[in-house]
């Protein structure tokens, strides 16, 4: 349990993210209680400072005299809290005032700062001097012009004790904050990745008892989270449809090769047998090699269409005259005709510009037009049109044999599909279904009709 | 005539080297394409057959570097695939014929003999004569049996096709290559159909126009 919380994404996540806070507000503390502490200190230092120059002014005027006269005189409360010292240039104290509630320990310590550069540099120098933990001092020492030097210092709160309460609140607040951005992270963590959890313990049940059926009991909505559901819903039903296509597939083909290959068999055994005639043996070989290019076209034909159901046919799409394919399978047929007697009349008023792959497409018009051949009794005819409307383009072929009966209609494009009328023709019962899947892969369809006047009608649509 | 074999499939290849010698031709065999590119590149072949899938270099590749280096030899490629678009691949890389696994011999043979012919480059001749069959290419008039007959367009393609490879048998699809320019194999039976056609005009008495079961169709000369 511990292992599987320590794992939990949400968790993690939910950690991450206070860490982060925690680690904002810190930083956003640390500059406030900086700048504070910083401001507080420019306005004490500001008020001793102005008070140097102005008792400098006095000093210059009236020497010390002059200073002690107006450090009595003057009645603004601030001036009796303050702190001034005359230095002489011997680094005596020449003069110094201290507020009543100071003792003189306190004054002793306050130091003389060292002179250098700093005169030239700053009329004033100020230093804070920390006196315990609950006071600083403030001193500012000023120069003045006969090498004597000016202090005038002030007891001020220490940082810790001005900011004190800025801490406090600060420590409260945070760790209020703090405790709820973990809870409540972990909480909306925790709900947001519970398809995430779906996904896995499908996946688990996919894999452990092989139940293909399984989907992720999905959240509505079109989040990332929900559409990767869907997503995968989708795919997998898209896998299972391949599958049960496949299992059909291989089902089918067991079952139509076993007729052949029995034959196949057959027919070498015959020629295998001893004291046969040695022309019939070479008759029944060759007829062996015809049986098994037969097998082979029929396979080749069958993964085609699989290829096509499934998707998986690669199509050479070009721009093309839908025409140019008729007349090419008109052309490739007229002998076939002529030999039934039947008439093949071309109707192909207009050009018709489709965008498809022509080879597979001229597969499909091909099987169309040999089906129709196949079906036309002696001295008919089959009429071959095109056409387009907004909707696409549309490829006719029309009969008048004995048509396709309305129950048999879905029948006829089902692979290996052959009717009780047919069984004489030649072929594998594949050219329908070979042309249904080219046209659907096109997003094309084919239907078939019963044509005026008897016979069948059958249309390939191709969307625009 | 020497011809060169690459193909690593060992039964394969000794089916077809086996094949040719038995038809008088010299063969080299090798079962990779590196192999089979030195070879080529250092003996004078009047044809080679190479398999695509090859161990180290495979054929494309092998006849793409033959090109580059000028080396004109006529190739047919054998392929596992039947797919168009490798047929057109390999025709473009500058292979000269394309034959798909399992094939027969005697189509290979002669899909060999036609591309070794059509290299040799010898002018064609506007007339030609099959013993007692003659097809005048230019005037389009066919004798048999000292008789004029009259023959469709595709009767008279079909008709040339045959007496070009006289003696020799040739398979329906490549009368469906070379007569209705199909490159693959549409699965009628119209070859069937125009040559039961040009049988009863030029072969009433089945003497020159042969089934061979299992292949295809051979024309025999008959004098």
Same mark, same amino acid.
């Given at each position: ?464 | ?46 044809? $080679?057959?190479?398999?695509?899938? @090859? ?6 590749? &092998?006849?793409?570097? +033959? !090109?580059? #280096?000028? =080396? ?72 048999? $049996?000292?008789?004029?007959?009259? @023959? ?6 079909? &008709?040339?096709?045959? +007496? !070009?490879? #006289?003696? =020799? ?55």
């Amino acid at each position: 349990m511990f292992d599987r919380l320590r794992q939990s994404l949400a968790l993690r996540l939910a950690w991450q993210y206070a860490l982060m806070f925690a680690l904002c507000v810190g930083v956003l503390f640390g500059v406030l209680y900086w700048r504070l502490a910083r401001s507080l200190e420019q306005r004490d230092q500001e008020t001793v400072e102005h008070r140097a120059e102005d008792f400098a002014a006095a000093f210059e005027v009236g020497g010390p005299a002059g200073l002690s006269a107006l450090l009595h005189n003057d009645t603004a409360p601030d001036v009796r809290t303050l702190f001034v010292r005359l230095i002489s240039s011997d680094n005596t104290a020449v003069f110094v005032a201290a507020p009543p509630d100071w003792i003189e320990t306190q004054v002793e310590h306050i130091p003389v700062p060292e002179w250098g550069g700093i005169i030239a540099e700053r009329k004033t120098q100020t230093v804070r001097v920390p006196q315990n933990a609950m006071r600083d001092y403030t001193v500012a020492s000023h120069p003045l012009p006969n090498g004597w030097l000016l202090q005038v210092g002030r007891l001020t709160d220490s940082r810790p004790v001005l900011l004190a309460p800025l801490k406090k609140a600060f420590v409260g607040v945070g760790a209020a904050a703090l405790l709820l951005s973990v809870g409540g992270g972990t909480l909306l963590a925790w709900r947001a990745t519970r398809p995430l959890r779906l996904v896995s313990e499908t996946a688990r049940r996919i894999l452990e008892t092989g139940d293909f059926a399984a989907r992720v009991p999905g959240p509505a909505g079109s989040g990332e989270l929900a559409t990767l559901v869907r997503q995968l819903n989708t795919l997998l039903d898209r896998n299972a449809a391949h599958v049960q296509v496949l299992r059909d597939t291989l089902d089918n083909l067991a079952h139509d090769l076993r007729t052949p290959l029995t034959r196949l068999r057959g027919t070498a055994e015959l020629a295998l047998q001893d004291g046969g005639d040695p022309v019939e043996a070479r008759g029944a070989l060759a007829d062996c090699v015809n049986e098994s290019d037969r097998l082979l076209h029929l396979l080749e034909r069958l993964l085609d269409i699989s290829a096509a159901e499934g998707g998986a046919l690669k199509l050479n799409r070009s721009q093309f005259d839908l025409r140019s394919l008729v007349e090419r399978a008109a052309d490739l047929y007229r002998e076939v005709a002529e030999e039934g007697k039947i008439a093949l009349v071309l109707e192909l008023p207009v050009a018709v510009n489709v965008s498809a792959d022509a080879i597979r497409l001229g597969q499909a018009i091909n099987n169309l037009v040999d089906n129709a051949l196949k079906y036309t009794p002696s001295g008919g005819r089959v009429i071959l049109g095109v056409s387009a409307d907004q909707a696409g383009a549309r490829f006719v072929i029309t009969d008048n044999g004995p048509g396709v009966p309305v129950a048999e209609r879905s029948a006829i494009f089902r692979r290996l599909y052959r009717s009780d009328s047919s069984r004489s023709q030649r072929g594998f019962g594949l050219g329908l279904s070979l042309a249904k899947a080219i046209a659907e892969a096109h997003g094309g369809t084919i239907t078939v009709d019963e044509a005026p006047g008897g016979g069948a009608c059958f249309t390939l649509s191709l969307p625009v | 005539m020497r011809v060169l074999v690459v193909e690593d499939d060992a039964k394969i290849a000794s089916f077809i080297v086996q094949g040719f010698k038995q038809s008088g031709f010299a063969v080299d065999h090798a079962d990779d394409g590196e192999a089979g590119l030195a070879l080529a590149e250092t003996t004078d072949y009047d044809a $080679a057959v190479v398999d695509i899938m @090859l161990p180290r270099l495979d054929g494309l590749s &092998l006849v793409r570097r +033959l !090109r580059a #280096a000028r =080396r004109p030899i006529p190739v047919l490629f054998l392929s596992a695939k039947s797919s168009v678009d490798d047929r057109v691949r390999g025709l473009e890389i500058g292979g000269d014929d394309y034959l798909t696994k399992p094939f027969s011999f005697s189509e290979l043979l002669a899909r060999v003999q036609a591309l070794i012919r059509r290299s040799s480059r010898s002018p064609e001749a506007t007339k030609l004569v099959s013993g007692d069959v003659t097809v005048d290419l230019v005037s389009r008039e066919v004798m048999c $049996a000292g008789q004029p007959v009259i @023959l469709q367009p595709r009767e008279f393609s079909l &008709l040339a096709f045959l +007496l !070009r490879h #006289a003696g =020799r048998p040739v398979s329906k699809t490549m009368i469906l290559e070379n007569v209705w320019d199909y490159s693959f194999d549409p699965q009628t039976n119209v070859v069937d159909v125009v040559v039961s056609r040009l049988r009863t005009k030029i072969d009433p008495d089945r003497k020159r126009l042969e089934t061979v079961r299992g292949v295809g169709y051979i024309f025999r000369p008959h004098v």
